[in-house]
């Protein structure tokens, strides 16, 4: 929670991005920061990418929800990467971080979700290389930046090590 104002920057910057999160800059309020690493650290997780100058920049998180019948599952999965460090495997080392400790830390977790936008083909190749799958889609669910409505990508990782 220490880095709370820095995530709100962070997240501020990749929103301003079309595309670049599900919401826009406008939409990214302290408050709706402070509820997901809310969420995140007291059912779920949340990991932090900082450069040498100890700016942070990359964020990912998931969590539960609250009906016991998903106490297995984590959702909500948000990544974000600083504009200035994609494409430099920041992302694949929060995301490979992320899953480790899913998987040797928390064995009551049995999938992890993420939904990610149709057009958004790099980001569903790299989750696909993760060992997400591809579980469906929702028609429609979406309305970009251009104007026109899209499909959402449901996608999940399975934790081998689950034990109920």
Request: charge should be neutral; glycine fraction near 6%; aromatic fraction near 10%.
């Amino acid at each position: 929670m220490n880095d709370e104002k820095r995530v709100f920057d962070l997240y501020r910057k990749v929103a301003a991005i079309p595309g670049g999160l599900a919401r826009v800059e406008s939409e990214i309020t302290p408050s709706y920061v402070h509820l997901n690493l809310t969420n995140a650290l007291s059912s779920g997780i949340c990991l932090l990418a900082t450069n040498e100058q100890g700016e942070v920049v990359g964020e990912i998180h998931a969590y539960r929800l609250v009906p016991k019948v998903f106490r297995h599952v984590l959702s909500e999965l948000t990544i974000a990467i600083d504009p200035d460090f994609q494409g430099q495997g920041v992302g694949k080392r929060l995301f490979t971080a992320f899953l480790e400790h899913v998987s040797h830390s928390l064995p009551q977790v049995y999938r992890v979700e993420l939904i990610v936008r149709e057009s958004n083909e790099k980001a569903i190749q790299f989750y696909r290389k993760l060992g997400f799958e591809v579980e469906g889609k929702l028609k429609g669910r979406i309305f970009n930046h251009h104007n026109t409505l899209e499909a959402d990508v449901m996608m999940a990782w399975f934790n081998p090590y689950y034990t109920n």
